[in-house]
């Protein structure tokens, strides 16, 4: 579909590990031993990068994410708890936009560029087969007035929040099923819902599929003819330290008239040493 929005993003994440060092016998002097660099496993820290481009028409948005967490973890199970800053840039491009009054003055006085600062938060709890979190975007709800003449033409970030769950059922040695649900509110009480059902095999190929409810203040008044309803269809695989994914959106909107649907491809590498990765965080 021509002018159909796109998004390109790339993203990394780790976990602090600091060296430690490891009494591995005594020297032939009293108070000298010989020591031994070692990783240690216990590092709690992580932190991440997000950078992103919206193309929107006539509006572009793009901006970076830079995230601190922290993890306290059993032997089993794992709580975590994370921070965001969250850069954005909106502009817009006059060029694109088709007006019914060109000389409109309002418009004239409109800027073409705003920028914001805004932070996000969200809290982990995960298990061998049970993970759950909450969170919450655009904390500080920061807003800019593209209007100088006009102090009520404000573009504000619209704070979130975000529910999600799921549980994994073995079937046998190499295959477990996945259902899983990603709940999001908003401050105007406009909601929606993605219901999930993957399937693992050997955890190095995964399909599945989804239904996303469309926006509407009540998640009960959803159908399959809702705004911005409907269903997506993905897979992927892992070959060693890579993962490629590809899934497909199909809409029951009324836009279905004009498109069959928007696509999306992942591609990521792994890499570092075990003591680098969470095994609570080896869910794709």
Do not use: C
Request: net charge positive.
């Amino acid at each position: 579909m021509q002018g159909a929005p796109a998004t390109v993003a790339i993203s990394g994440q780790t976990r602090f590990v600091r060296s430690s060092h490891i009494s591995r016998g005594r020297g032939i002097f009293k108070g000298k031993s010989r020591r031994k660099r070692s990783m240690s496993r216990g590092g709690k820290v992580g932190y991440g990068g997000y950078i992103f481009s919206d193309n929107l028409g006539a509006l572009n948005k793009t901006g970076f994410q830079a995230t601190y967490s922290y993890h306290l973890s059993t032997r089993n199970q794992a709580l975590s708890f994370g921070a965001s800053i969250i850069g954005l840039q909106y502009s817009l491009n006059k060029d694109k936009m088709v007006l019914e009054n060109p000389d409109d003055i309002m418009f004239s006085l409109t800027s073409d560029r705003g920028y914001f600062i805004d932070g996000n938060f969200g809290v982990y709890f995960s298990e061998k087969n049970l993970y759950a979190g909450f969170s919450t975007q655009n904390l500080f709800e920061s807003f800019f007035n593209f209007n100088k003449a006009d102090s009520s033409a404000s573009l504000r970030l619209e704070r979130q929040y975000i529910i999600m769950s799921g549980y994994r059922f073995d079937l046998n040695r190499h295959i477990y099923v996945e259902p899983s649900f990603n709940f999001k509110l908003s401050e105007n009480v406009v909601s929606q819902i993605d219901l999930n059902l993957t399937t693992y095999f050997n955890e190095n190929y995964w399909g599945g599929f989804a239904y996303r409810s469309g926006g509407s203040s009540r998640v009960s008044s959803e159908t399959l003819g809702g705004r911005g309803s409907g269903l997506i269809f993905y897979g992927g695989a892992r070959i060693d330290k890579f993962f490629v994914g590809y899934s497909v959106d199909y809409t029951f909107s009324s836009l279905q008239r004009r498109t069959f649907g928007s696509h999306e491809i992942m591609m990521a590498l792994r890499f570092g040493d075990n003591a680098r990765r969470y095994r609570w965080l080896n869910r794709y």
